[in-house]
């Protein structure tokens, strides 16, 4: 798993280099000594953590490592994950596969502290996943880069 883990957080943090910090930590419920900062990653899937049936990866990036994450969606525990350290950052991570369309709240929680981001996931079969799909496609096609979509 932990090596599994590092692939994952290495993707997220060589993905926020090269977005130019497109992937915004952190919320502000806890201070620079005692941090949970909480974001996901698509890993290049196509589509993950965008439309339903889908799989990306929740993470929370954490200063404890003794407490375990609790990550919710909509206020509803989903899963609850030990953190790991990896290259002296210690990071909790929940595969999350949508089932439905609709806006979601994601917050991981440790002890007393907590953050949370928006997500809106739509439909697989929606003309608007199909497009991106066609989009993505031209993206690994013409030799681009094929990022997912990082949030957070």
């Given at each position: 798993?932990?090596?599994?883990?590092?692939?994952?957080?290495?993707?997220?943090?060589?993905?926020?280099?090269?977005?130019?910090?497109?992937?915004a930590l952190g919320g502000g419920t806890a201070s620079a000594s005692t941090a949970l900062k909480v974001g996901m990653s698509t890993?290049?899937?196509?589509?993950?953590?965008?439309?339903?049936?889908?799989?990306?990866e929740l993470?929370?990036?954490?200063?404890?490592?003794?407490?375990?994450?609790?990550?919710?969606?909509?206020?509803?525990?989903?899963?609850?994950?030990m953190p790991?350290?990896?290259?002296?950052?210690?990071?909790a991570d929940l595969a999350w596969t949508p089932q439905a369309a609709g806006h979601y709240v994601v917050t991981a929680q440790q002890g007393t502290l907590s953050d949370s981001f928006a997500l809106d996931i739509i439909d697989d079969n929606?003309?608007?996943?199909?497009f991106l799909r066609f989009q993505y496609a031209l993206?690994?096609?013409?030799?681009?880069s094929a990022r997912g979509h990082e949030i957070r």
């Open positions: 798993m932990s090596r599994s883990l590092a692939r994952r957080c290495a993707s997220v943090l060589v993905a926020t280099a090269l977005l130019g910090g497109g992937l890993l290049g899937v196509p589509l993950a953590c965008v439309a339903t049936g889908s799989s990306c993470w929370a990036e954490v200063t404890d490592t003794a407490t375990p994450v609790t990550f919710r969606l909509n206020g509803t525990v989903v899963g609850t994950a790991v350290e990896i290259n002296n950052l210690n990071f929606s003309v608007q996943a199909t993206e690994t096609f013409d030799g681009g």
